[in-house]
């Protein structure tokens, strides 16, 4: 297949949250994310953030510029499938509804972890 140099501006990947439930366990829940064609410049920027990130935390240190879970995934979130209220009825992406998620507990940090995934070449997990 020839590579085709122009891309579409954004590409769904599936994104796994492990999210605790009772018992001292953990409860997979997963949805499709759309994630945002970045260039590979912005790809680097963000790496190095988040590598930034992690380092912090390992020596327990709070970054005091702004940069979060939360920014990172916002920046590459433009969308998903998926995601359902309490009736099983599907929720619309929106800056608000995403905000709410975001909100919630690890979430933002499995976003991270596909959105890399997807763009360092990582198989899905069956």
Known sequence: MAFVL???????????????????????QTFDAEFKRLPQA????????????VKAAERNELLDDG????????????GWAGIVDD???????SDATCDQL??????ASAIIEAYFDSVVGNKVKN
């Open 42 to 53: 912005r790809i680097n920027e963000i790496r190095v953030e988040a590598q930034r990130m």
């Open 67 to 78: 940069i979060t879970d939360q920014s990172i995934a916002r920046e590459v979130l433009v």
């Open 87 to 93: 009736d099983g009825d599907e929720i619309k992406f």
């Open 6 to 28: 122009k891309q579409s501006a954004s590409y769904k990947w599936p994104v796994t949250c492990r999210l605790p439930v009772d018992g001292g366990r953990f409860e997979k």
């Open 102 to 107: 975001l909100n919630v507990p690890m979430v």
